[in-house]
């Protein structure tokens, strides 16, 4: 970690909620810490319950058990103007009669600090967002990135200790939503303020966490760094959440002393396990192997496809081979040379290196 | 040559595409009703009150004499000062009440709040005339409240102190404003995202703290104009101070109305209207001035919280709320119910204890030759006013919406002025405009007169429903390869039908409780409600008390069938974004 603590800065011991009218738990039984100045992402599909870790911590939710505590006090009833912690809200929620500089200084103006000082800080925490030419504006005159930022001065300007970001690029332009995450990084190291950061975009959690949790129908799936998370999924979900993976059905068949992977009857020679039965292994796309169908005699281990679609992403091309019943994407690095072409025969090879096998 | 023919035909183009510009034929029945009800008789109120009168005719020479005898006379200045006190003092009586039970319906209450809002509007739609014959019924001296304090011993003999006095007035004054407040401040509390409230609250803001830097700006300009609203309303009401105020009791509007009545001295009347006009407008920019706005929703404060959950508001919160919400709907109901319960009540004494339960005032009515009569004009004035209200007001509603042009903003606030005018004002500009076109003495008189504020009505409502419609649906149906006429027939119609029914049922309730306007033109065919206050002029019977329940189920009938058509509408297009 980045800095000697004393102790997280938050922990959720236990914490469990099912809203009223629901049946199902939005959270269950969910615990984890959070430690000083780290980068702390929790990712999921909507309805997963990462918001409502979120607003649990922010204070508009009272769990049902458990308990929050920040730096080792319980805050689990306290109201959420009593509580050290700001958020950045998906929908900004600027308020619409307040310019940008009364915006910022509001945290300020509720704690009661001086009017000159509310007014030196406010231009610090809008410099540190580049937008201290706009302290005038009303929010309406804003664009969404501008108001973006200036949600985020309002939450940096008191220097909590920790900072809730509820989905905060999620209405963003894709440029834009590069730049902030750029912005963001840099600016959580600067100001050592712990980031809790909501998303279900799997690519920005990994790219910007120290820690990711990631969660799904209320419990959590995994929690670990982005490369645990991205080499060892513990779960058929979480690889296939995490890492761009195909899921593919395998059968396990008595071969010599133990038993071999089989995909549509063709034998992987270098998957074996030693019970028998069906299993699924996650296999992420740049590992999946395409080499023109040159005629000859497949290797052990490949299967025959027919390229459906190719897509250009830039980097690489990403194509959709069909193997009999199965569809499977693979990446292939981007280059000058024609690629694949829908409808061409190709062989599908499969590199089983980091392959994450799981039985079920 | 080529070029030249080109520039010809240009030429020829150019004019008539710029009186294109200038007269687009589909506006003209716009600018004609514009013209003929509302810029000409107002002008001619302007320029009347430059004449003067002499035993009832009008002298046609130019004089400021009507402005000199008002500025110098005592009575005008007591009589506009208690005029502005009475309906300032009671606006602001309606905005206390009203304001805490907008904020209870809007951001505590959790359940039933369709019911909770319909419960305080009811009465706008219960004609005004019974609301404050019921406070008589309370206030008068064989009265509820006298008899409550005689019996209960607290008073020797029924006090004559309640009735005919200002403070009565502004009481009655005070119960009308307050679903107009109510209505408007509903609609800010609503409008606020909750992600807005939970922004404040997570920077440290207490519930004070947050009312007062988050709630109160984002409300306050609603309640400056609810007030607004309850103050025009309650200043250009000339028939409640006639009925409760007596003598200390009497407003600027019942002389106006006495300038066209018994004293006949129109140029004075104007003149005096004019003053009021002034006086109100100067009152309302100050509200305004008061209470700013200040920037806009940008529409993306919303987001998933406002879905989601409110912040649960304390138990006490919602308890207090809860009580000071049933206390203000029991001060609304309960003259109301008085008078349902006398009209059953088989005794010519409006007083407890009731002496037993009678269908006679009921079955009085059906023997009352003059009521029946009157019933019948009213049925005729409302049917022929809402089918032309409807019509016209649906067909300048689309072609404000969909042939927007120069002026657009202007002709719309003209069209929807007669609805700004104090009461007392429209009533007598309607007297000059009939006049001077021509329009028959009696029913046609009325029917104008009356179209003139409920047109605008239907207006507003099918244009507000039209602004709210996706405007690309029109340019996908003509995509898709219908006319304008049938993009009419097939899209935008079943969109706004709802509104436009609505529309007629507030029309029709509108037309069948108006007594200010009515009164002015109405002239020896009276109507209901004309009727039924001459009635009472001259002397009570409990009969009274029949035909105003009658009326009142009449009009809740109404509503509660608008609200089942809004609702329907409602349901069935729930799924449209935007909607």
């Known amino acids: 970690m980045r800095q000697v603590s004393d102790g997280p800065v938050l922990r959720l011991d236990h914490v469990s909620k099912t809203y009223p009218g629901s049946r199902k738990p939005a959270l269950d039984s969910v615990s984890f810490e959070v430690a000083a100045g780290e980068f702390f992402s929790i990712l999921g599909p909507s309805g997963s319950g990462k918001t409502t870790i979120l607003r649990t911590i922010a204070g508009f939710e009272r769990p049902d058990r458990g308990r929050v505590l920040m730096a080792g006090v319980d805050v689990t009833q306290l109201v959420p103007n009593k509580r050290d912690v700001r958020t950045v809200f998906q929908s900004y929620a600027l308020f619409p009669h307040l310019t940008v500089a009364e915006n910022v200084q509001y945290p300020l103006r509720m704690q009661g600090v001086s009017r000159p000082e509310r007014a030196r800080r406010s231009v610090e925490a809008l410099e540190h967002v580049a937008m201290e030419g706009y302290a005038t504006r009303l929010p309406h005159q804003l664009s969404g990135g501008q108001r973006q930022r200036v949600a985020l001065a309002r939450a940096i300007v008191s220097r909590p200790p920790l900072l809730l970001l509820d989905e905060p690029l999620g209405a963003l332009d894709l440029r834009l939503r590069q730049q902030m995450q750029h912005t963001l990084v840099s600016l959580q190291k600067e100001l050592r303020i712990a980031f809790v950061y909501v998303t279900h975009d799997q690519s920005e959690a990994l790219s910007m966490s120290d820690r990711v949790l990631v969660m799904r129908d209320g419990r959590i799936a995994q929690l670990g760094t982005p490369l645990d998370l991205y080499y060892k999924p513990q779960s058929e979900f979480v690889a296939e959440f995490v890492g761009n993976s195909n899921m593919l059905p395998v059968d396990f068949e008595p071969d010599r002393e133990s038993y071999v992977a089989t995909i549509q009857g063709t034998k992987l020679p270098e998957m074996r396990s030693n019970v028998a039965g069906q299993g699924r292994v996650a296999i992420r796309y740049g590992h999946v192997k395409l080499e023109a169908d040159d005629g000859c005699e497949r290797r052990a281990g490949e299967l025959a496809g027919v390229v459906e679609n190719v897509l250009f992403l830039g980097t690489s091309f990403e194509v959709d081979v069909r193997c009999g019943a199965l569809r499977i994407m693979s990446s292939v690095p981007a280059s000058h040379a024609p690629g694949f072409v829908n409808g061409q025969t190709v062989k599908v090879a499969f590199d089983l290196t980091e392959a994450r096998l799981f039985h079920g | ?579």
């Open chain 2, 1 to 579: 040559m080529a070029s030249l023919a080109e520039a010809a035909s240009a030429a020829e183009v150019k004019p008539r595409k710029r009186l294109a510009l200038h007269i687009d034929p589909v506006r003209i029945p716009v600018y004609a009703w514009l013209l003929l009800i509302v810029v000409l008789p107002n002008l001619l109120l302007i320029a009347i009150s430059f004449l003067t009168a002499s035993n009832g005719r009008l002298n046609f020479v130019l004089s400021f004499g009507n402005y000199a005898r008002l500025l110098g006379s005592a009575g005008f200045w007591r009589l506009l000062e208690a005029t502005l006190e009475f309906s300032l003092i009671a606006s602001l009586c309606g905005a206390l009440a009203a304001y805490p039970m907008a904020y209870f319906v809007g951001r505590i209450a959790h359940r039933n709040k369709a019911l909770l809002t319909i419960l305080v509007l009811v009465p706008l739609w219960i004609s005004l005339l019974m609301r404050v014959f019921s406070w008589r019924l309370i206030l008068g001296q064989n009265g509820v409240l006298n008899s409550f304090l005689v019996t209960s011993g607290l008073l020797e003999q029924p006090s004559a102190a309640f009735l005919y006095t200002a403070a009565s007035v502004v009481l009655t004054f005070a119960y009308v404003s307050i679903p107009f407040v109510f209505i408007s401040c509903l609609n800010a509390f609503e409008k606020i995202p909750a992600a807005l409230i939970e922004a404040s609250e997570d920077s440290g803001a207490s519930k004070f703290q947050t009312f007062c830097f988050v709630i109160w700006p984002l409300t306050r300009r609603s309640l400056a104009i609810g007030f607004s609203l309850a103050f025009l309303v309650t200043v250009g009401d000339y028939v409640t101070p006639s009925m409760v105020g007596g003598m200390n009791g009497t407003t600027l509007g019942v002389l106006i109305s006495s300038q066209f009545g018994m004293a006949n001295n129109w140029p004075y009347g104007a003149a005096l209207s004019i003053a009021l006009i002034l006086c109100v407008g100067v009152v309302l920019a100050v509200v305004l001035w008061l209470c700013p706005a200040r920037g806009v929703f940008s529409g993306d404060e919303g987001g998933a919280a406002k879905a989601r959950t409110h912040a649960t508001p304390s138990a006490l919160t919602t308890l207090s709320g809860a009580l000071f919400y049933a206390l203000a709907i029991a001060f609304l109901y309960a003259p109301l119910l008085l008078m349902v319960l006398f009209s059953l009540n088989d005794s010519t004494l409006q007083s407890f204890p009731l002496q037993g339960f009678t269908w006679r005032w009921y079955e009085a009515l059906a023997g009352n030759g003059g009521l029946i009569a009157a019933a019948q004009r009213s049925v005729i004035v409302a049917v022929c006013v809402v089918l032309a209200s409807t019509l016209i007001g649906t067909g300048f509603a689309l072609t404000l919406h969909y042939r927007r042009g120069p002026g657009s903003q202007l002709i719309e606030l003209l069209l929807a002025l007669p609805l700004a005018m104090p009461a007392v004002v429209l009533g007598i500009v309607m007297v000059l405009g009939t006049e001077l076109v021509g329009v028959p003495s009696g029913l046609p008189r009325t029917v104008v007169g009356q179209a003139s504020f409920i047109m605008p009505v239907t207006m507003l409502l099918v244009l507000t429903r039209l602004r709210r419609l996706d405007p690309s649906l029109m340019e996908a149906s003509r995509d898709l390869g219908a006319g304008r006429f049938r993009s009419f027939v097939h899209v935008i119609f079943p969109l706004i039908r709802g509104a436009v029914i609505s529309g007629a049922l507030l029309g029709l309730t509108l037309s069948a409780d108006d007594v200010m306007v009515t009164l002015f033109l109405s002239g020896p065919s009276q109507t209901l409600p004309i009727w039924v206050f001459n009635q009472m002029r001259f002397g009570f019977t409990p009969s009274v008390n029949a035909v105003f329940t009658i009326l009142g189920a009449i009009a809740l009938t109404s509503v509660v069938l608008s609200q089942v058509v809004v609702r329907l509408r409602t349901n069935a297009l729930s799924d449209m974004p935007g909607d």
